[in-house]
């Protein structure tokens, strides 16, 4: 296993984000930038447009296209990635759950407002770790930015970003997040500027938000499960969506699917 400073997974545990410096090597940063000018010149049927018909940017995403993308590959399974998550999560082994590339051009003004990730997916559990990789330099104010210890906490209304609409669970279902941008002061909110190679490590339950972006932002998100996690089919569409997976894998039943492949330790 890669080692990460006790300092760090302590800290993981504690606040449900850490930075990770150097996390990918000048070559594999190259490698992941070609994956994702790859992805952007030739976008999947996931791909969706974040941002509205009148930014002066765009925000562009796209989900689980590891399968058609070689460099996606070489950094999601030969990269350092999922020893660190292994260790981050405290888990003896590590299954990529999917992939999600992020990618604000030059003047987008579309700001990624305060969520979890878990409430949009199908799965159930403590160990998860998404990694948030830009191939280029992200200055503080557009870093991604989270509340310290909100992993602990309740899991929160997820709505979507246009529209806020509470497309996932029913209306009322789950708390609604609170105005952090409202009362910043009363949250601990942790924020890093990032060169290209650097990570941050953050639990699926972990509240974040990201500004818009004056520079282009080409980011990677490779998110990770570990032994606790297990499936949980929901009664709609998550995003992403597995269509077919709950004929395929039952409710409660380990993530052991060929969607989700084993990333730690490899040859398992």
Known sequence: MTQIAAEIVDAFARDGAVVLRGALTPAEVARLRQGIDANLAAP?????VASRPDDPGQFVEDFCTWGDNPAYRDIL???KLGAMAAGLM???RVRLYHDHMLTKQAGTRQATPWHQDQPYYNI?????????IPVDPVPAEATLQFVAGSHLGPWLMPRSFMDAQARWFPEGALEDLPD?????AAHRILGWALEPGDAVAFHMLT?????????????FSARYIGDDVVHA?????????F???????????AMDHPLFPVAWPRGV
């Open 44 to 48: 999947s049927p996931r791909a969706k």
């Open 90 to 92: 405290r888990s003896t």
């Open 124 to 132: 159930e559990g403590r160990q998860t770790c998404s990694f948030w």
């Open 180 to 184: 952090i941008e409202a009362n910043r």
């Open 77 to 79: 399974f030969d990269s």
């Open 233 to 241: 089919p929901r009664a709609w569409a998550t995003s992403p969506d």
């Open 243 to 253: 269509p077919g997976l709950a004929d395929e894998l039952p409710a409660g039943a």
């Open 207 to 219: 509240l974040h938000a990201a500004a818009g972006s004056s520079g282009r932002r080409r980011v």
